[in-house]
């Protein structure tokens, strides 16, 4: 599995952007880069993933770097509910050992 | 929306006893998976299970944990003698197979202590 590195916690604003970054430096090509996070008192929560291009959905957007050794998770208007652990994990596609692994992410605190 | 639900939410239990912890996936979802969280730690990947028997376990998982399917479509974790270091959070999630890169959707855990 690729090592990643996340910041351990990050504050934001309520209403501001936040830029949650994470290192992958030694991802393998076929390594899907996923976001998830998780809630106080609840489970983990899909986020987004992408592979090369950058990825929005209605949670969030994903900016991948064109070498691939890092992303970052991108909240446009944090609100309160934001706060959570923010978690980057490398993955392969599916068809093969598909098992996200859970590091300790990043424990976003978003201020009122 | 469709959710991955769990029970019971809470069980607290004497060491040396056996727990059964029941999850019921997503209805379509044919990939299903336990997880753990002892408190302040790294949520910890258990099992997967696919097509009626395990795909993959950790060292985590080893012979005082079971899986089974019993009826189509309850998903449940025994712990057959249950010790202090066993309290926890237990997360179930599901994933379909219809994507090749598939989200796992977690359920919102039950929660294990062991005295």
């Known amino acids: 599995d690729a090592k990643t590195t996340q910041p351990n916690s990050m504050e934001s604003n309520e209403e501001e952007p936040v830029h949650l970054p994470c290192n992958h430096s030694t991802i393998s090509g076929t390594d899907y880069i996923h976001w998830y996070r998780q809630l106080p008192s609840q489970g983990p929560e899909y986020v987004i993933h992408g592979l090369t291009s950058n990825v929005n959905n209605r949670m969030a957007s994903l900016a991948i770097a064109e070498d691939r050794k890092s992303s970052t998770l991108i909240l446009h208007r944090a609100t309160l509910r934001d706060a959570a652990v923010y978690y980057c994990i490398p993955l392969e596609e599916a068809g093969g050992s598909y098992i996200p692994t859970f590091g300790r992410g990043t424990s976003l605190i978003v201020h009122p | 929306e469709p959710e991955v639900t769990q029970t019971p939410s809470h069980q607290v239990t004497q060491m040396g006893q056996e727990v059964i912890l029941r999850c019921v996936p997503i209805?379509?979802?044919?990939?299903f998976y336990w997880y753990r969280q002892i408190l302040g730690q790294k949520v910890e990947f258990l099992v997967s299970?696919?097509?009626?028997?395990?795909?993959?376990k950790s060292e985590i998982f080893d012979d005082q944990f079971s899986v089974e399917r019993p009826d189509g479509s309850n998903f449940t974790l025994k712990i057959r003698s249950t010790k202090l270091e066993d309290s926890a959070m237990y997360f179930c999630?599901?994933?379909?197979?219809?994507?090749?890169?598939?989200?796992?959707?977690f359920g919102e855990g039950s929660r294990l202590t062991v005295l």
């Open positions: 299970f696919y097509n009626n028997e395990i795909s993959e």
């Open positions: 999630a599901s994933r379909s197979s219809l994507a090749g890169v598939g989200e796992l959707f």
């Open positions: 209805s379509n979802h044919l990939y």
